[in-house]
């Protein structure tokens, strides 16, 4: 079974620093997606950033870019210029056909 | 556009009781899908639909039904609920690309739903 890891469950930061949230992932695919969702107190899942497998070139969102690595199965979030507003629980997902699955998350602090 | 839509945003059920927690998408998606959320998780995917008509189990299927007569409408069905299904549940749709694998998905607000 595919296996979605993110290996930190909480992560801080100072605004307007940069951060890196990291997710592996397992797969016997050559061709899949990736997303980065980010679900703040609301409870809303908001989509951040995705990436096509079968593309080489990292995703990038404004301040919101990915690390990667496909032969490594690593997939990693960077937030540049850090703002109060990206405290959230962030997920990592790999959908693939009728395999869709999710990270446990990691919960991001911002502190002024 | 609305996007997806989910009634009621929470319930309260006793042990035993039945519910149906309704999901709507305005967006022409053929792909839908229902999650459920444990406090501190991640998702876990219940059952998902490829279209009107065709529907398949997920991780976490054991408890739950659903239906999918109208690619708008995704129903989820509680038969007998128990304590262990206290969670938010998440509906949610895509599309499908070109080669046939889905893409983003888009979220409904969940439904807070509390057994006891």
């Known amino acids: 079974a595919q296996t979605v890891t993110q290996s930190q469950p909480e992560m801080s930061v100072q605004e307007a620093e940069t951060v890196t949230l990291s997710c592996t992932y397992d797969?016997?695919?050559?061709?899949?997606?990736l997303f980065w969702y980010k679900q703040p107190p609301s409870r809303q899942m908001i989509l951040v950033i995705r990436?096509?497998?079968?593309?080489?070139q990292n995703a990038t969102e404004n301040r919101f870019s990915v690390n990667f690595q496909k032969a490594a199965k690593s997939f990693s979030l960077k937030i540049s210029d850090s703002q109060l507003g990206d405290a959230a629980m962030y997920f990592c997902?790999?959908?693939?056909?009728?395999?869709?699955?999710f990270g446990a998350g990691t919960r991001l602090t911002v502190k002024p | 556009n609305a996007g997806v839509t989910q009634t009621p945003k929470f319930r309260i059920l006793k042990i035993g009781q039945s519910m149906t927690l309704q999901c709507t998408q305005d967006?022409?998606?053929?792909?839908m899908y229902w999650y459920r959320q444990d406090p501190g998780m991640g998702l876990k995917l219940i059952y998902y639909?490829?279209?009107?008509?065709?529907?398949d189990k997920g991780e976490v299927p054991n408890g739950y039904n659903v239906s999918r007569s109208t690619t708008e409408d995704f129903p989820l069905r509680l038969e007998l609920a128990a304590p262990s299904q206290t969670s938010v549940y998440f509906c949610?749709?895509?599309?499908?690309?070109?080669?046939?694998?889905?893409?983003?998905?888009?979220f409904g607000p969940g439904t807070r739903l509390l057994v006891l």
């Open positions: 967006m022409n998606h053929n792909y």
């Open positions: 797969t016997s695919e050559s061709d899949y997606y």
């Open positions: 639909s490829v279209g009107a008509g065709i529907t």
């Open positions: 997902a790999y959908i693939k056909h009728n395999d869709m699955r």
């Open positions: 990436q096509e497998a079968y593309k080489q």
């Open positions: 949610a749709s895509s599309y499908s690309s070109v080669r046939g694998t889905p893409e983003t998905q888009y």
